[in-house]
């Protein structure tokens, strides 16, 4: 019963920057970690970021590397993804995930429904 719900999507020229938000509720003390994956038309769902509830640790895919921030507000039960540098290629739907202790951020237990971005030229 763990319910994400992404903010902060929208259009967005390359080159510029955008910070989408994930808010938690439901058992969040379950919740051991938290990321983002993202889907484009046509193409699979891939992952993005994650980072652990507790601790800091965090990893992103190469694509995103240098680029993508992902953090957390462990007081507003809240994850959030600053995006600069823009690409056109970063175009997709952005889902917000979190997984219990002992399930791979890979393969989280809970998705929200996801926040369109949309990059433009």
């Known amino acids: 019963q763990v319910q994400l719900v992404e903010s902060g999507g929208g259009l967005v020229q390359a080159g510029g920057s955008l910070r989408l938000s994930c808010g938690a509720s439901g058992p969040t003390f379950s919740i051991y970690t938290m990321g983002w994956f993202r889907q484009a038309p046509g193409k699979e769902r891939e992952f993005v970021a994650a980072t652990r509830w507790n601790g800091g640790s965090t990893d992103y895919a190469d694509s995103v590397k240098g680029r993508f921030t992902i953090s957390r507000d462990s007081g507003k039960n809240t994850a959030y993804l600053q995006m600069n540098g823009l690409k056109l290629d970063d175009t997709a739907v952005y889902y917000c995930?979190?997984?219990?202790?002992?399930?791979?951020?890979?393969?989280?237990?809970?998705w929200g429904r996801g926040t369109q971005v949309t990059v433009s030229s």
């Open positions: 995930t979190a997984s219990r202790l002992g399930t791979s951020w890979y393969n989280p237990d809970y």
